[in-house]
Nanobody, 122 residues
Framework: QVHLVESGGGWVQTGDSLRLSCTTS????????IGWFRQAPGKEREFVAA????????RYADAVKGRFTISRDNAKNTVYLQMNSLKPEDTAVYYC???????????????WGQGTQVTVSS
């Protein structure tokens, strides 16, 4: 059985940083990509960033380029999302998900974590 578990969310102020972690278990994800998505209240789930396990190819949403960094630690089966210069509009539940490529559409990802709340106050 496949599991993804997010951690690292919290409450911060504008300009602060947080690092989210997505720990995978249950099977080998060598052929997969891990994506981060977020969903704010009343809004659709949106793509944030994604990385491939095998070669580290990366894709970012324009809204987070230059502020967020996605990385992976294959030995720990963990993908990280370093979030700097946080803004109130970054407030959302952040999810990680496993998919076949660097897709930006949620339906392309087959396995999802439970999400972790990030709140940025002004």
């Amino acid at each position: 059985q496949v599991h993804l578990v997010e951690s690292g969310g919290g409450w911060v102020q504008t300009g602060d940083s947080l690092r989210l972690s997505c720990t995978t278990s249950g099977r080998t994800f060598s052929s997969y990509a891990i994506g981060w998505f977020r969903q704010a209240p009343g809004k659709e789930r949106e793509f944030v960033a994604a990385i491939t396990w095998s070669n580290g190819f990366i894709r970012y949403a324009d809204a987070v380029k230059g502020r967020f960094t996605i990385s992976r630690d294959n030995a720990k089966n963990t993908v990280y999302l370093q979030m700097n210069s946080l803004k109130p509009e970054d407030t959302a539940v952040y999810y990680c998900a496993a998919g076949g490529a660097l897709q930006v559409v949620p339906r392309e990802y087959r396995v999802w974590g439970q999400g972790t709340q990030v709140t940025v106050s002004s």
